[in-house]
């Protein structure tokens, strides 16, 4: 069968498994090819097909919300822990400019 697309022999191939949700069939998508994918829970892709007939699966894209820095402290805990790293950091003496 001629491919109107080449396949990357170096990435390991994944088998799916597809079961019958109602009156449709759905899919187990693995993690890691999900995060490769860039999809989550809610994603939404569309099915297009090859000149020869194969089916490709293409996400779609949508627009990363915008969070305000109000809204990033917002979610900051009121403590955290310093690793010893960033502890002895913070116990440093300044070197040049920096106060």
């Known amino acids: 069968m ?3 697309f080449e396949i990357d022999e170096s990435r390991p191939i994944t088998e799916i498994k597809f079961r019958k949700t109602g009156g449709s069939l ?3 998508w693995p993690s890691a090819n999900a995060a490769a994918l860039h999809v989550t829970d809610g994603s939404v892709a569309k099915i297009a097909y090859t000149k020869t007939g194969e089916q490709v699966i293409i996400p779609m ?3 990363r919300r915008k969070y305000s820095l109000t809204e ?3 979610e900051m805990p009121d403590q955290v822990d310093l690793s010893k ?3 002895a950091w913070e116990q440093m003496r300044p070197v040049g400019n920096e106060i």
């Open 61 to 63: 894209t949508q627009a």
């Open 26 to 28: 759905s899919v187990i």
């Open 2 to 4: 001629s491919r109107a």
């Open 72 to 74: 990033l402290l917002a």
């Open 85 to 87: 790293d960033h502890a």
